[in-house]
């Protein structure tokens, strides 16, 4: 590997926090307590780019590695994986007791037509439709570089970890990253690798802001700001680092972010879930 973020931060408005006599939770149910108090406080608590299917597999990862336990994580992701496990309907049910009509921007049918940056934007922009957004580490560059350059760390940015469920998952971190490697032998390929495996790369990307090196020999000082060198703590101390599930699984299998779509629309879990772990059986298999 030769970059990669985190994915277990939960990035909101300071401001509105202070507004609300918010604080961040120490564990998932202080979460869903949080969430009601924002609703109740008369604030849209989260903001969501669910039409970027990707983004609610990683509120799945998220609550599955810490409700169900890394060893789990590892099974689901796996040929050996089963989708029917209760465990799975269990995370599922979490993500959508706080991904509510009440709880986004515009309610689901918005939020399954917003996109990535464009849920960032629905928080962190100069007039915020919302306190929270969930996302990965890369969400601080995007946020700042791209959405609003006002914004400041401490006052209208930052974030927590995601919400412990305890248990065997305490702890535990999802990430997501780039892997290098070699496909071919021409002239160059291995200079290219081992500059993009060096020091000297890892400090130069890292300095962006934009992700966290695993390149040993990366200074923590070369980090622009302290929303990036706690995202790299946070990952270095982790329990357990478990790599995106849906990146795991086979490029023939299933959408889970379909899934997950079809899920927050109302449709019966269960049965999104067989019909789900027949077609990834069948991926597994075709590998």
Do not use: H
Not at 143 to 164: H, K, Q, R, Y
Not at 180 to 190: E, Q
């Amino acid at each position: 590997m030769v970059k990669f973020n985190s994915k277990s931060t939960m990035w909101y408005r300071p401001d509105l926090f202070g507004e609300l006599n918010a604080e961040p939770p120490e564990d998932w149910e202080g979460f869903k307590g949080l969430v009601q108090s924002i609703r109740e406080g008369g604030q849209t608590p989260l903001g969501l780019g669910a039409g970027d299917s990707w983004t609610l597999t990683d509120w799945f990862e998220s609550i599955y590695v810490r409700q169900a336990g890394p060893e789990a994580y590892d099974r689901l992701f796996s040929p050996e994986g089963d989708w029917n496990d209760p465990t799975v309907a269990a995370a599922i049910n979490e993500m959508t007791s706080v991904l509510t009509e009440e709880n986004v921007v515009g309610g689901i049918n918005t939020a399954l037509a917003t996109d990535f940056v464009g849920g960032i934007g629905q928080v962190f922009k100069a007039d915020p439709d919302a306190a929270i957004y969930y996302e990965g580490g890369f969400v601080g560059a995007i946020a700042t570089g791209e959405v609003n350059t006002d914004l400041e760390i401490g006052e209208t940015i930052d974030w927590f970890e995601f919400p412990s469920f305890g248990g065997e998952g305490e702890g535990a971190v999802t990430i997501g990253g780039d892997v290098i490697a070699a496909l071919t032998t021409n002239p160059g390929v291995t200079e290219f690798i081992q500059f993009m495996s060096s020091p000297e790369s890892g400090e130069t990307w890292a300095a962006t802001g934009a992700i966290i090196s695993p390149i040993t020999g990366v200074s923590t000082d070369v980090y622009p700001n302290e929303l990036a060198s706690r995202e790299a703590e946070q990952v270095a101390n982790a329990s357990a680092v478990r790599f995106d599930g849906s990146d795991l699984m086979p490029a023939g299998g299933p959408d889970l972010g379909a899934l997950l779509q079809s899920a927050l629309r109302g449709e019966d879990v269960a049965t999104l879930l067989n019909d789900f772990q027949a077609q990834a059986q069948t991926a597994w298999e075709n590998e």
